[in-house]
Structure formats: structure tokens, C-alpha cells
């Protein structure tokens, strides 16, 4: 029990370090063309690993350009993370894009046409 409490302060404490990072640590222009945070992280048990979702605005172009300069950024982030975060080992990160957002406004419009739909009375 205490160790997934410490995996979970520890995955916090990622969370919050890397905001910081996207707001002004990471200065590559790619990152900054969208509106990027960090929707979660979650920690392998051993605290090896961190998986970072983060969701990004913006058409398609925009975001993969955002994930390709995440993906270069991340020997920086595990560093400024070891720097700030007193652990014996800096978890190796991983940036994933979280698109539940996005999943979750087409499922709302779709839930929305569909009740348009049925209150439009049927053709005479």
C-alpha cells in the first residue's frame, strides 16, 4: 500500500514539474505552436518509467509537430526532472498524446445530432 502511494506522489510530482517545463523550460518552437498540458503520468511500479499524457489544441499538423518536439525535448525533461526531484534513479520519460478531449467532443456531437434528429418530425 505505501509503495503505490509513493508511486502516485511521485507521479504528481512529474505532472507538476513538466507543466512548469511547458510553460518556460522546453524552448522549442514546435511546443510552443500549440497549447500543450499534461492531462496525466503514470509511473511503473519500480519508478523506471513515466508515461506523460499530454493533450495538445490544434488542427493535426500542429500536434504532431508538438509530439516531434516533445520527443526531442526529452533527454532535457529527464534532466531538469533529476535536478528537481530528489530520487535515487530519474524515471525514463515518455510522452503519448491524450486524445480523450477530443474522443469525448465527438461523441458529444454526436449524441447532440442524434437528438436533433429525433426531435425533427419525418417528411409528409
Known sequence: MATSRRVERVAELI???ISQLL??????????????SVTDVEVSGDL????????IYGPPEVRAQAMAGL???T???RSMLGQRIRLRRTPEV???EDTSLE???????LLNRLRQD??????A
Open 71 to 73: 520527443h526531442s525535448a
Open 23 to 36: 510553460l518556460n523550460g522546453i524552448k522549442d518552437d514546435r511546443v510552443g505552436q500549440g497549447l500543450v
Open 94 to 96: 515518455i510522452f503519448r
Open 118 to 123: 429525433q426531435s425533427t418530425p419525418p417528411p
Open 48 to 55: 523506471q518509467h513515466a508515461q506523460v499524457y499530454v493533450s
Open 15 to 17: 505532472k507538476r514539474e
Open 103 to 109: 474522443r469525448g467532443s465527438r461523441v458529444i456531437a
Open 75 to 77: 533527454g532535457y525533461v
